[in-house]
């Protein structure tokens, strides 16, 4: 998926162009919340692509500070995402996207917590109804 989402940098998107196809955007829709109203989205970034290329154009950041680079990203979108069609919209749902695990890890955290070594064998959905419980912070 961060494969795909290096095309919502305008570096790369500049330094690239020539691999970036229709079937490059089309494989966006792996990225769910792309995807959504039968790909209304990803039809949209087809047809505004070269909307977003030539605003790209040129545009070059060092991507070895972080920092420097996230600033660099965002202040681009800032100043030319109104002229980058469907794509700002796309780019604020990849930015507001979480490239963590700690959902998953706050999970296997509770069954830790709450399910020992002697209850290993607990039906699957008392073990299921248990963390959703505890994980939504509610009360049997």
Known sequence: MFRLCRIFNPAFVSENEAIINQ??????AEIKPLARNDGEL????????????SAARGFSVDDSDVDVFTEAVLAWWKNHGSSTGSW????????SLTPNSAS???VF??????????????????VQ?????NY?????
Request: a positive charge.
């Open 42 to 53: 990803i039809k949209s970034l087809e047809r505004d692509y070269h909307l977003y290329l």
């Open 88 to 95: 700002r919209e796309a780019a604020e749902i990849i930015f």
């Open 104 to 106: 998953a890890e706050r």
């Open 136 to 140: 939504n912070k509610r009360d049997l």
């Open 23 to 28: 079937t490059y955007i089309r494989s966006l």
């Open 109 to 126: 955290s509770l069954l830790k917590s709450m399910f020992g070594d002697k209850q290993e064998r607990c039906l699957a959905d008392i």
């Open 129 to 133: 109804s248990s963390i959703m419980l």
